[in-house]
């Protein structure tokens, strides 16, 4: 295949998916706001975002359009959104696009283990996972101290994007961290156990990904219109 006709094909296919879903909003969600994150008898292991509400900043692709903008997310509880099962809970709506929404399909576990947890010394690089009473089940919070008094921490989800006026969806995949600038994570833990709330700016990344179907229409649409234009190059010589 001569290199015109590779660019042309790459072209094509690169073009698929957004004449396929023109309606939907792919590309990356940049967003901020603040999350209380607290464990009680009630609300054990929640995250509830202030106002219910974020703010968008620069993001790539469809979601671009909405730089500056705001929505709304609804809180994070274990329970019911227990980790590493399926889920079906709404998440977020956007104010300058109702008819998009974001369900919470999945919320992973966190990976760093429990044995840092009881580590009494803060240190840099120090990592943890915490378990009971901090959740009735495994936590989503991957906890790291960055030195002896700051620490950061951050969950992973799987979710839908749907479109209630073309009733289509595609995935989204999700990353939230919340950074502490005066405290390790001992300190967060023992505010949290101690019934408190600790209080924390977030950010959080959203990202859209092709289905399976889509993406093996993209590689038959890549090879039939290779093998067009080989074959149309072919018939000009003759």
Known sequence: MTKSV???SIAAMLSIPF???ADLITGVLNFTGEANISSSIATPGSVVFTGNAFSIVPSTGGFAALDGTTGTIQPITNPPDAVDVPLDQPLMTFAIAPNITITLTELYAGIDGEAGCV?????AGQVCTPAPPISTDVSPYNLQNTSATTSS???NIVGVEHDSLTD???GVVGSFSDPSVD???????????GGGTFTTPFSAQISTTPEPATLTELMMG???VGIGLVYRKKLRRA
């Open 153 to 155: 921490a951050s969950f």
């Open 119 to 123: 580590d009494p010394v803060a240190t």
């Open 6 to 8: 590779l660019t042309l």
């Open 222 to 224: 890549f090879g039939l």
């Open 19 to 21: 004449a396929a879903r």
């Open 183 to 193: 405290m390790s994570y001992q300190g967060i833990l023992g505010v949290i156990e």
């Open 168 to 170: 289509t969806n595609i």
